[in-house]
């Protein structure tokens, strides 16, 4: 299918050559129920200068927080940390954040299909890296943790690039800032990357970053397994 031919499949925008796609799947739902705490991420070209922006989302099954009653609210507390180390096992840059989390009632503190999505930003060159991210509780100093090897090419010039693709569970017009937020659109990722019954509509996103301007027609295949 060539860039610029609009189905009910693909929007694009020929600055950087954004796509969203959307297929409907026939997948067996598939949640892990082995963690509670999920990594997904994503490196797009940053509009000026030479980095990208990598997108670190994150998934909190919410039985996996500890929650204190405060008058009618039940509250969790956590933080996140992230850090991008390169082959030589050197930081490069690193943020935390944290974030409070409330629920009306206690059978929603043990649900498990209760959950909260977020993201936080790392900004890199292109390169190697080994990503630690760290979950902890603040209510009850419990962590979860986990490493992802990223990878970013090189942006030589003359040479077509496509980033990396962020899956989706839903999409929606943006009324506002969001960190969710592409192309003016809300894309809150699929960081489980899991499709089925509950979510049966394949989303993602990606850009095509031409290697001249105005960036040609391109013919594009896509090819969708199953992963037992």
Known sequence: MKTGFILSLFCLWMMTAPFLALAQTDFGYQEEKESLFFVDFAAFREDTGEKFRVEIYYKILTQGL???KAEDKF???YEIQIFAFNKINKEQTGTSMEEDYSVNTYEETRSPSNFLINQT???LYSGRYKLRIKMIDRNSGS????EKDLSIPSRGKGKMLF?????IRQLSDSTSASRFNQKGKDAIPSVTRSYGDTDPTLLFYYEI????QPPRPYLLRYDV????
Do not use: K, V
């Open 225 to 228: 397994g199953h992963l037992a």
């Open 209 to 212: 970053y031409p290697e001249a």
């Open 163 to 167: 980033s990396d693709i962020e899956f």
């Open 143 to 146: 962590a979860f943790d986990t």
């Open 75 to 77: 509250n969790a507390s």
């Open 121 to 123: 930003n790392l900004s």
């Open 66 to 68: 500890t929650f204190i």
